[in-house]
């Protein structure tokens, strides 16, 4: 009898797990938006040079499946379609953003290739394997040569560019058009001899005066417009305009300064904790010599991997213990770690995490006063406060589930609830008492301080009110990082592959699901492990659109952001 129950028990599982995964197929739009897809990815390997092909035809895809949402009946969809009808939206009004930004930055220095017209018609004459001329095509790739001599000749008379932004756009303009047409002429060397024989010479020539003349336009800008701080880190601030079109577009219904001061509110808070936990240990009023001593208490050399592997192991102990989430056993066996080498320490001084956790720990051939600086920037205390942010229930939990759950939806995928939802944990562990001791509190403190600081700094930065030096000053004087670690730290926010908002969705993302929490937990409408259930089988994207889903809240074709979480 037992074993025929454990039977009913496991296929129940089986066949509750199978219609989770299966739920995508629930959504009328679950085809359409694979299809769309597809169908982007297969013009962006097509349309690989940036011209006016390009640009039209994007604008041609985006426009084609705005009609297909707009025949739609709205009102018969089901909420769940009408999440993804509004989601669909707002994916095509943020490409066609990007492609009108993409395509002003183009015309504004299509003219340093002007000379290129010719080469393009091979490019795309290549593309569809038309007849070639290889006499004509080597003179065409001659002619180039002097052509560019000539323009930056013209280019060096006139003004240079008022900004290193647009220096840098026309060199990569002119990058685009070299990495294109080497594509075509290799697609024909060795195989075609008439056209190795006519082309291989003047190309050689071309290759070597193109690279020439892309970093000619790299440098090409006044003074009044500087790149470098002095700090050695160059980003691209985007300014007011930018940033509120890229909150809008991620339903936060705040401005830039709004969201400073709420970070600045935060801020205080945490320094009041810190008096607390530096006062208990002894410190008094002064909270950096607490955050001193916390730093001290690091392992040796070498042991760091078996603390991460413990402090893993702790905190899916205690989301289970304390039945938090639902959780896979494959989820637990699968997650894996690795040791960063110390170029990529130079942009994430700390932890990287997934599936496979990234752990910052000091080399044997980093200079001495870096290894210390790992050391003490990576103690078991601040260690203990991220290991769950990178792992479970954090990042490797949140992937795990986006691979198996609406996995369509991952073309929504936004910071504010990747990064959100991992920073959510350590308000919500903070607020359950986590921290088994003093230090442990100073740990989760110093990263929550961490958090906010970035909101600042990287608003202002793109405001035009901060540089990346007084970022790193203000991550030193204000938070106590290390200073090799405040600078890695605004190197990868400034110079690493992320967007402009990308810093400030930690905090900002966790507080939209920290006050939904208590929207619907608080109040009794379901249980924590119910809510944080529901928010890992919904995929990736915007936490106002989750609170939708978990309030049925009543949407519109063209449903914009209201939701004040923090006032």
């Not at 084609?64 to 707009?70: E, I, K, P, Q």
């Not at 490409?95 to 290739?113: G, P, Q």
């Not at 903070?430 to 740990?443: I, L, P």
Request: net charge negative; hydrophobic share 40%; glycine share 4%.
């Amino acid at each position: 009898m037992k074993t025929c129950f454990k039977i009913i028990v496991i296929l129940f599982c089986l066949s509750s797990n199978f219609q989770l995964s299966a739920s995508s197929a629930n959504s009328k739009l679950y085809e359409l938006i694979s299809q769309y897809q597809a169908d982007k990815g297969a013009l962006e390997r097509k349309y690989t040079l940036l011209n006016e092909e390009y640009f039209t035809r994007m604008d041609k895809l985006y426009n084609d499946w705005y009609a297909v949402l707009n025949k739609m009946n709205f009102d018969a969809l089901s909420q769940t379609e009408k999440i993804d009808y509004v989601l669909f939206r707002n994916l095509l009004d943020k490409s066609i953003d990007e492609n009108t930004i993409k395509r002003n930055e183009y015309l504004e220095v299509r003219h340093v290739i002007e000379f290129s017209e010719n080469l393009i018609h091979f490019i795309q004459d290549r593309r569809r394997a038309a007849p070639i001329n290889s006499r004509q095509i080597a003179e065409e790739i001659h002619k180039a040569v002097g052509q560019i001599k000539d323009l930056q000749a013209s280019l060096k008379k006139g003004e240079a560019f008022g900004s290193w932004i647009v220096a840098s756009h026309a060199a990569d303009l002119t990058a685009n058009l070299r990495v294109n047409l080497k594509s075509a002429v290799d697609f024909y060397m060795n195989y075609h001899p008439e056209f190795t024989w006519w082309v291989d010479q003047p190309w050689q020539v071309l290759e070597k005066e193109l690279k020439a003349y892309e970093a000619f336009l790299k440098d090409f800008y006044s003074n009044k417009d500087l790149k470098d701080d002095g700090s050695g880190i160059i980003g691209k601030p985007i300014g007011r305009k930018a940033l509120e079109l890229q909150l809008a577009r991620e339903f936060i219904p705040y401005t830039p300064e709004e969201l400073i001061e709420i970070a600045n509110k935060e801020f205080a808070w945490c320094e009041e904790q810190m008096l607390k936990a530096s006062a208990k240990l002894g410190f008094g009023n002064d909270w950096k010599a607490a955050l001193e001593y916390v730093k001290d208490k690091h392992v040796p050399v070498g042991q760091q991997p078996f603390l991460v592997n413990e402090l893993a192991e702790e905190a899916i102990k205690y989301v289970e213990d304390h039945d938090l989430l639902t959780l896979d056993e494959m989820a637990k066996e699968t997650w894996r770690m690795d040791m960063m080498s110390p170029q990529q320490q130079l942009f994430a001084p700390f932890f990287l995490g997934g599936e496979r956790v990234l752990i910052a720990y000091p080399t044997d051939d980093m200079p001495h006063d870096a290894k210390v600086m790992s050391l003490r920037g990576n103690n078991p205390h601040f260690t203990r406060a991220v290991v769950h942010h990178e792992l479970i229930p954090g990042h490797h939990l949140q992937q795990f589930m986006n691979q198996r759950y609406k996995p369509y939806r991952r073309a929504f995928s936004t910071p504010f609830w990747t990064e959100g939802w991992a920073l959510y944990w350590e308000l919500n562990l903070w607020d359950k008492g986590f921290a088994k001791s003093t230090e442990d509190e100073v740990g989760m403190l110093f990263w929550r301080m961490h958090r906010c600081a970035r909101i600042i700094f990287s608003l202002s930065y793109h405001l035009g009110q901060m540089t990346p030096q007084q970022s790193i000053d203000m991550l030193v004087d204000k938070v106590g990082h290390e200073r090799a670690n405040a600078e890695a730290e605004v190197r990868r926010s400034f110079m690493g592959n992320y967007g402009p908002l990308y810093q400030i969705a930690y905090m900002i993302g966790g507080m939209q699901f920290y006050a939904l929490k208590k929207e619907v937990v608080a109040s009794g409408k379901m249980t924590e492990k119910a809510f944080h259930d529901i928010i890992l089988r919904n995929n990736s994207i915007p936490v106002e659109l989750v609170r939708a889903i978990l309030t049925e809240q009543k949407l519109t074709p063209d449903f914009k952001t209201n939701w004040r979480f923090k006032y």
